[in-house]
């Protein structure tokens, strides 16, 4: 029985287990998007997510750290430079996995990963979408408004 035992071994030993999370993540690091089977993408999720949390204070220390993980140097001042800048104000789910089917050959289930904001189609030119409330019906009122006026003294002009 596996009581209490949340962590996903993928079949392998712990050195390539860590090997291998940690080029998948520089590979997402690099790329911004990287296509892998689900439960890897899952394992991916919980072994990038932390350090990217680290790469908000850019501090000797957290980067160390993040180094530490990565064992890639490239992919740390990436992280550290461009990556945390977009992040900054995100409290945390940094990263969306998109299924896209099974894989022909053994039919595994397969998904993309990829950082969320450098997602063009869900998130154009970098802004942030407007949550609209229903407090916001009072402005379209306005407008409304606005326009009638301005087509009642268009109206005016023609006719004198």
């Given at each position: 029985?596996?009581?209490?035992?949340?962590f996903?071994?993928l079949?392998r030993q712990?050195?390539?287990?860590?090997?291998?999370?940690?080029?998948?993540?520089?590979s997402l690091?690099?790329?911004?998007r990287?296509?892998?089977t689900?439960?890897?993408?899952?394992?991916?999720?919980?072994f990038?997510?932390?350090?990217?949390?680290?790469?908000?204070?850019?501090?000797?220390h957290n980067?160390r750290?993040?180094?530490?993980?990565?064992?890639?140097?490239?992919?740390?001042?990436?992280?550290?430079k461009?990556i945390?800048?977009?992040?900054?104000?995100?409290?945390g789910?940094?990263i969306r996995?998109?299924?896209?089917?099974?894989?022909?050959?053994d039919?595994a289930?397969?998904?993309?990963v990829?950082?969320?904001?450098?997602?063009?189609i869900?998130?154009?030119?970098?802004?942030?979408a407007?949550?609209?409330?229903?407090?916001g019906?009072?402005?379209?009122?306005?407008?409304a408004?606005?326009?009638?006026?301005?087509?009642?003294?268009?109206t005016e002009?023609?006719?004198?």
């Amino acid at each position: 029985m596996r009581h209490g035992k949340k962590f996903n071994h993928l079949g392998r030993q712990t050195a390539h287990r860590k090997a291998m999370l940690a080029n998948m993540a520089c590979s997402l690091i690099e790329h911004k998007r990287i296509n892998t089977t689900v439960a890897k993408a899952k394992a991916l999720r919980v072994f990038v997510e932390p350090l990217i949390t680290k790469s908000k204070a850019d501090t000797t220390h957290n980067r160390r750290v993040v180094f530490s993980y990565l064992r890639d140097k490239f992919a740390v001042t990436e992280l550290f430079k461009e990556i945390s800048v977009k992040i900054a104000d995100r409290p945390g789910g940094y990263i969306r996995i998109i299924k896209l089917g099974n894989r022909q050959g053994d039919n595994a289930p397969m998904a993309m990963v990829e950082l969320v904001d450098y997602n063009e189609i869900y998130n154009p030119k970098g802004k942030k979408a407007k949550k609209s409330t229903r407090r916001g019906r009072r402005k379209k009122t306005d407008e409304a408004v606005a326009s009638v006026e301005t087509a009642e003294t268009t109206t005016e002009e023609k006719s004198e």
